[in-house]
């Protein structure tokens, strides 16, 4: 599965639990933003299949955020840099 589709998938379920769930606001003119926060360490480990992995990653992203104006992705350092992260663009 590429990015786009992925993107379509997740929007297509968020859409539909809002509308079981949430009605109120299915009704509305909603945007689903998303933003994925990705350590790209461990989605690409070091070996030999890191530049594959690394071409496919970079596809799947871009694909995603270019499907929908409000889907994108964050890099981030190690594991333990993603909170500092996710704060930071909270705080905007």
Known sequence: MG???????????????????????AATDYQLVVRLFVCLMDIAPGNASTLRLGRVSSSFFAGFTKSRPSFDWVTTGAKNEVPARVCGKCSL
């Open 3 to 25: 990015g786009a589709e992925a993107a379509r998938l997740l929007s297509k379920a968020v859409s539909e639990d809002l509308a079981a769930n949430h009605p109120e606001i």
